[in-house]
Structure formats: structure tokens, C-alpha cells
């Protein structure tokens, strides 16, 4: 069995590892390495893009004001003035 046969059996940190390799021994190995490694890289890089098509979509967080706002329509609620500026406002009134 060939390593190219191989690639959709490996899991995603073998392939990732292989692929660092291929990409490695292609551009610094002997010829005979890189011929293999050139021959590899497009096997490995399409395995990699079928993967990844097959991930579902990735979620954007949402903050929960952010939500309740749009849903009630409502702004959402203020943050509460620093306790040293609340002193500082206290002691002018006094």
C-alpha cells in the first residue's frame, strides 16, 4: 500500500504532520525526495480541503445584551458609573 492509498485513512494530526513533511522535503530534500514529496502534496492538500469543506460552520459569538436588545427592541442596559466617581459626585453635593 502506498502512502498517497494511506492519506484518507490518516487522522487530522498525522495528515497535518505529513503534510509539514511534504512541504519541507520539497523544497529542501534530496531529488528523489523531492519528486516524491511533489508528487504527495497534491493528494495531501486535496484530503485536506475535503476535510475541511466537510466541518461544519463555524459560529460567531453573540453577546447575550446584544440579543435580548434586537429581540425586545430595547437598548441595551448601561453599566453602572464607578464607585469612584459616584464618591467623588457625593462629596461636590455635600
Do not use: F, Y
Not at 500500500?1 to 522535503?25: F, K, V, Y
Not at 453602572?80 to 455635600?94: G, L, S, T
Request: hydrophobic share 45%; no cysteine.
Amino acid at each position: 500500500m502506498s502512502m498517497i492509498e494511506r492519506i484518507p485513512g490518516m487522522d487530522d494530526a498525522s495528515l497535518a504532520n505529513l503534510h509539514a513533511n511534504a512541504q519541507r522535503l520539497h523544497l529542501s530534500g534530496s531529488a528523489q525526495q523531492q519528486t516524491a514529496a511533489a508528487d504527495m502534496l497534491p493528494a495531501i492538500q486535496a484530503e485536506l480541503a475535503a476535510r475541511e469543506a466537510r466541518k461544519p460552520p463555524k459560529k460567531t459569538p453573540v453577546r447575550k445584551a446584544a440579543v435580548k436588545a434586537k429581540v425586545e427592541g430595547a437598548a441595551p442596559k448601561p453599566r453602572a458609573a464607578p464607585r469612584k466617581k459616584v464618591a467623588a459626585a457625593e462629596a461636590k453635593a455635600a
